[in-house]
């Protein structure tokens, strides 16, 4: 078969709402509140970053980057078992074991590296891998990767679970989100430990937005599931969201990451970080274990959100973390949706397949504790305007908003 134009392939995803556009911003935070300024000129509140904590403008966070960038340089110069793996990395993986009760971390460049790290680590050609439905596409694409078997379960359903690890004795690694990215809501994460230990299959739970958020001492999904760390054997993490930095993490016993070290080819055959960044995300570290306030903030104007949102029908998905996605069911009303919030000055994407299944598009909203209340009241009101009321919603639905 001979390819196909290209243009044409574009053009037919523009007629399908599919079109992905970047858009050019400059952040900021100005007077406690999370701000971008588009190519336009135009300045937007920004409720659609990661940074949960606030902390990606933190002033200590650039001062700790530029004084090691001038005594260690910008780059790292060579891979992390050649000779790229500096003090900073050494201490920031320390530093990150401790804080989550592991014996040990290993610094990954990207979450999307750990965990394609991880899965083609851990799994083999002729095993099986049991996913949830809605994993992040990292997760799948390591699992592609591996040469392994893989299969999806319904979202969140440990039943299932249990049902393929008592069947399958071929399954050998168990993956899933702790908070879901496009959905905010957290795998059944006691159920899935203790299957998968039952059964001697890896449980790999990926915590992106449970780290520095969840848990009372913000230790993520599984501080909030009131488990210890040993209950899940492989947990990865990444540093550019709530820790408002860059990079990822793998933590877990001293053999895993031992392992890791010798088989996670995203591991072996790339660039260290640059030692810089490590050093932030030390400095990001300590301030989020120090200043609480941060994760309780943004928690309580995650409920204001939802309280308001909830008095105005707005359909929201069941979902108690920063993550508050908001039903609009097409691609083409989710465009048109996040088009009218940024004429009032609102910065929400809108979220399309196939990244969410199709007929779930949505806008997603989240907070972050460098927003004002009277922000997160404004941009629900403009919400309202643009998916209130107006939408049909399904007796499940409605129940869940
Ligand atoms: C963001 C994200 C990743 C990727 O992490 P990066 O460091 O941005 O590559 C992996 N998994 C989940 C669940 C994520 O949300």
Known sequence: ????????LLADLDARYLTRRRTTVDGFVEQGNRLVTAKDGRTLVDFSSNDYLGL???????????????????????SHLITGHGVEHER??????????????LLFSTGYMANLGVMTALADRGECILLDRLSHASIIDG??????RF???????????ECELEENPGITVVATDGVFSMDGDVAPLQRLASAAAARKAWLVVDDAHGIGVLGDNGRGSLEHCGMSGDAVPVLV?????????????????????????QKARPYIYTTALPQ?????????????QRETWRRERVLALTARFRNAARERKIPLLESNTPIQPVRVGSSGAALAAQRCLFESGFRVVAIRAPTVP?????????????????????????LQRVVGGGLRTTPAERRSS
């Open 151 to 161: 299969k999806r379960y319904p979202h969140c359903d440990a039943g299932a679970v």
């Open 1 to 8: 078969m001979r390819r196909q134009p290209l243009d044409s």
């Open 276 to 288: 810089p960044v490590a050093a932030a995300t030390r400095e990001a570290l300590a301030i989020a």
């Open 237 to 261: 993490g990444t540093l550019g969201k709530a820790l408002g930095s860059f990079g990822a993490f793998v933590a877990g016993s001293r053999d895993l990451i031992e392992y890791l070290i």
């Open 56 to 78: 990606a403008h933190h002033p200590a966070l650039a001062s700790a980057m530029s004084e090691c960038a001038a005594r260690n340089g910008a780059g790292s110069a060579a």
């Open 358 to 382: 199709r007929g779930s598009e949505r806008l997603r909203v989240t907070l972050s504790a460098a927003h004002p209340e009277n922000q997160v009241d404004a941009v629900v009101e403009s």
């Open 92 to 105: 920031l993986e320390e530093e990150l074991a401790a804080f989550l009760g592991r014996e040990r971390a």
């Open 143 to 148: 699992a592609l990767l591996s040469g392994a």
